[in-house]
């Protein structure tokens, strides 16, 4: 069986930096892309970023450019997202999502519980 | 990036209803198109995929269509278990954009 696992998420100030990370079991890793999908409060789905299987190519969402990095170790099955200067607006549940792919055009067929990051002072 | 447009925002059904959400997109994403499902406090589950494909394990209830940039989702007769939000996803150009979803309640 497939699981997801995400940790790291807390309560951070305005500035800040956090580091999320996302355990993957049950598959091999690197044959699949990953992405990162977050909800803030009442609101909706937003990818803010994607990584190819081997970890060659990525993509951002312009609202993370600059201040989030993604990355993975597929030693370790580990799915990684490296968040700096935080903002208010970044409050939100984040999922780990696999992709069906190696590469990151695919939809996302196996969703973690998600992990809670809260931007306030 | 591709604006993804749902239609209806909420919808009022009743169980057993045939039930049709539209989706579109800002530009052509030939057939790279994904919809899904949330209930509060869950994650998200994959429903449809390339606008038509069913995933595994989702009952038949369910189906997708359309092209380029008009899409449907179409739940057949539904269910005390399809009362959720409802998310379509375009995968052609990075980053995936999702619609701001469409609610179904009662």
């Known amino acids: 069986e497939v699981q997801v696992l995400e940790s790291g998420g807390g309560l951070v100030q305005p500035g800040g930096s956090l580091r999320l990370s996302c355990a993957v079991s049950?598959?091999?890793?690197?044959?699949?892309?990953m992405s990162w999908v977050r909800q803030a409060p009442g609101k909706g789905l937003e990818c803010v970023s994607g990584i190819s299987g081997s970890g060659g190519s990525s993509y951002y969402a312009d609202s993370v450019k600059g201040r989030f990095t993604i990355s993975r170790d597929n030693s370790k099955n580990t799915l990684y997202l490296q968040m700096n200067s935080l903002r208010a607006e970044d409050t939100a549940v984040y999922y780990c999502?696999?992709?069906?792919?190696?590469?990151?055009?695919?939809?996302?067929?196996?969703w973690g519980q998600g992990t809670m990051v809260t931007v306030s002072s | 990036d591709i604006q993804m447009t749902q239609s209806p925002s909420t919808l009022s059904a009743s169980v057993g209803d045939r039930v049709t959400i539209t989706c579109r997109a800002s530009e052509s994403i030939d057939d790279w198109l994904a919809w899904y499902h949330q209930k509060p406090g869950k994650a998200p589950k994959l429903l449809i995929y390339k606008a038509s494909s069913l995933q595994s394990g989702v009952p038949s209830r369910f189906s997708g269509g359309g092209s380029g940039t008009e899409f449907t989702l179409t739940i057949s007769s539904l269910q005390p278990d399809d009362f959720a939000t409802y998310y379509c996803?375009?995968?052609?150009?990075?980053?995936?954009?999702f619609g701001q979803g469409t609610k179904v309640d009662i």
């Open positions: 999502a696999k992709t069906t792919t190696v590469t990151m055009s695919g939809a996302s067929d196996i």
């Open positions: 049950g598959l091999t890793f690197r044959s699949y892309a």
């Open positions: 996803q375009q995968y052609n150009n990075y980053p995936t954009t």
